[in-house]
């Protein structure tokens, strides 16, 4: 991730340094757009200390993980933290994981089995997709970062469209 360094001096020079940089600084959002963060979730500091949010050394690998499509539990064995400083991390960022892919039917990612209501099979398990579809569902675990610019995917609870990344 290329960091703006130039953004960050200018509000270093600005405020003396960044924690007395205000929210609401246009400076600092552009920063947060720049470095891909959508929603930092800001703590009122008269709540209890519990609530604060610390940031660790290991929110970026937790961060990048999770952009790459990896659930919790994965991230959880990949990092050794828990599930619950996991999803602490990824909530005060305001991200969301990303649904991992059960398979590719014809040559589009597959997140669920409803999202092959597209092509009018409706099943309840691999086994009976592969029936209906003389086996070309193939049942492989993919995540985000398997697929290559250009590749189509569903998404879970929509069976209406195909995206491209």
Same mark, same amino acid.
């Given at each position: 991730?290329d $960091? &703006?360094?130039?953004l960050?001096?200018?509000?270093?020079?600005k405020? #003396? *340094?960044?924690i007395?940089?205000?929210?609401? @600084?246009?400076?600092l959002i552009?920063?947060?757009?720049?470095?891909g963060?959508?929603? $930092?979730?800001h703590?009122?500091?008269?709540?209890?200390?519990?609530?604060? /949010?610390?940031?660790? /050394?290991?929110d970026?690998?937790?961060?990048?993980?999770?952009?790459? #499509?990896?659930? $919790? %539990?994965e991230?959880?064995?990949m990092?050794?933290?828990?599930?619950?400083?996991?999803?602490n =991390?990824l909530h005060?960022?305001?991200l969301k994981?990303?649904? &991992?892919?059960?398979g590719?039917y014809?040559g $589009?990612?597959?997140?669920?089995?409803? %999202?092959l209501l597209?092509?009018?099979i409706?099943?309840?398990?691999? =086994?009976?997709?592969?029936?209906k579809?003389?086996?070309?569902f193939?049942?492989?675990?993919?995540?985000?970062? @398997?697929?290559?610019?250009?590749?189509?995917?569903?998404?879970r609870?929509?069976? *209406?469209? =195909?995206?491209?990344?």
């Open positions: 991730m $960091i &703006p360094y130039d960050i001096h200018q509000l270093e020079n405020y #003396g *340094t960044m007395n940089v205000p929210d609401s @600084d246009p400076l552009e920063l947060h757009k720049k470095i963060i959508k929603n $930092i979730k703590t009122n500091h008269r709540k209890i200390y519990r609530r604060h /949010y610390v940031p660790h /050394y290991y970026d690998e937790i961060i990048e993980l999770n952009r790459k #499509g990896y659930s $919790i %539990n991230i959880n064995y990092t050794k933290r828990s599930n619950q400083t996991i999803s =991390i005060n960022f305001g994981t990303k649904d &991992p892919y059960i590719i014809k $589009i990612y597959i997140s669920s089995l409803q %999202n597209y092509w009018g409706k099943a309840r398990n691999a =086994i009976e997709v592969n029936r579809t003389n086996q070309q193939a049942t492989k675990r993919y995540h985000w970062c @398997d697929l290559s610019e250009g590749d189509k995917f569903m998404i609870g929509n069976n *209406t469209e =195909i995206f491209t990344k």
